[in-house]
């Protein structure tokens, strides 16, 4: 009896590029303060956010992916016809259905790429990663586009205290592919559903549908995401350390979802990490843009010589679901 036929696998993948795009509208906390009665000094105290970029009415999500996923490919040095799979982490991709990442496969010239969504907000772009890595270990492709992007302005409350003021919008994206020796760790990753509704929105759009609710944006419980985010996050930020056989001391950078600025500061504490180690403090200037802000942040230490080609940067996403994941990675 014949056996299955099944393309070669390879044994290592790594991150070959980064490409970005933010939001072309930097709005300042002094633009945002009135209507939550705030001010910029304590936005400035609670979230280290200074401003935050956000896209205007003609700058869509898609926009922002096919930028970003552009620059990426072309840093890459590959044609686009050659990649096998785009995946998209997206939380706000104004449609259900169709995926965005079928469209978006087709505006980069990926022709006939397997494309599909990933919905694991604040993780979904280490989800990318973790399964291009595991794509290309297989043999099922060869070169992988991971894109984190987001459009949050569409989704978020002028007078909500929560988490609205914080977001942002903009795309990062990575071509992956084989590589002879590791620079992707194995993944550390899972998620905590009975705290499914800590981090969400503040209704379906099918009571949206009904009349039930306004248009649903983003709310969250401030204090229990900041506990969980602290101190469960910091376990598996270390466990994925251990797994990659690196120390602390071996990093070039920490990258952290871009949530809060006194989060990324804990992490930064609890890890013990030396002065050598760069911090990745994207939030500053951009905000937090969910499964965006880890390429975006990636692709700013790069792009500034803060990091350099050949390290190694520890990233862990997190967020509503509550969803985490979290790798160690070779710097393209």
Not at 57 to 78: F, T, Y
Request: hydrophobic letters at 40%; proline letters at 5%.
């Amino acid at each position: 009896m014949k056996s299955l036929k099944q393309n070669d696998p390879v044994q290592y993948s790594r991150i070959y590029s980064l490409g970005a795009s933010r939001g072309s509208s930097a709005v300042t906390n002094d633009e945002i303060a009135g209507p939550i009665e705030s001010s910029d000094e304590w936005i400035r105290q609670r979230t280290g956010i200074v401003t935050r970029v956000r896209a205007p009415e003609g700058q869509s999500l898609m926009d922002m992916a096919v930028e970003a996923s552009k620059e990426a490919i072309e840093k890459s040095g590959i044609d686009p016809s050659e990649i096998d799979a785009v995946i998209l982490a997206t939380i706000s991709f104004p449609y259900a259905t169709p995926s965005g990442a079928t469209m978006l496969a087709a505006e980069v010239g990926a022709g006939d790429a397997a494309a599909y969504d990933i919905s694991a907000a604040c993780a979904g772009y280490c989800y990318g990663i973790a399964q291009a890595d595991a794509l290309i270990r297989s043999g099922n492709s060869k070169y992988v586009l991971v894109v984190g992007g987001e459009k949050l302005s569409d989704f978020i409350s002028p007078t909500d205290r929560s988490i609205s003021f914080l977001l942002g919008d903009g795309a990062g994206a990575a071509i992956v592919g084989p590589s002879d020796h590791p620079g992707i760790s194995k993944t550390v990753w899972g998620s905590d559903g009975a705290n499914w509704d800590k981090v969400g929105m503040t209704g379906s759009i099918l009571d949206f549908r009904d009349g039930k609710t306004e248009w649903p944006t983003l709310v969250q419980e401030g204090q229990p995401v900041f506990r969980w985010a602290v101190w469960e996050m910091v376990k598996v930020a270390k466990e994925a350390l251990e797994a990659s056989g690196l120390a602390p001391e071996d990093l070039s950078a920490l990258v952290t979802h871009q949530a809060n600025m006194r989060i990324i500061d804990e992490f930064a504490k609890q890890l013990e990490l030396p002065e050598s180690v760069v911090v990745a403090k994207d939030i500053v200037e951009t905000g937090n843009t969910s499964a965006a802000s880890i390429p975006l942040a990636m692709h700013r230490l790069l792009a500034e010589g803060k990091v350099k080609s050949g390290g190694y940067a520890l990233e862990i996403g997190f967020g509503a679901g509550l969803a985490y994941a979290a790798q160690v990675v070779e710097l393209p």
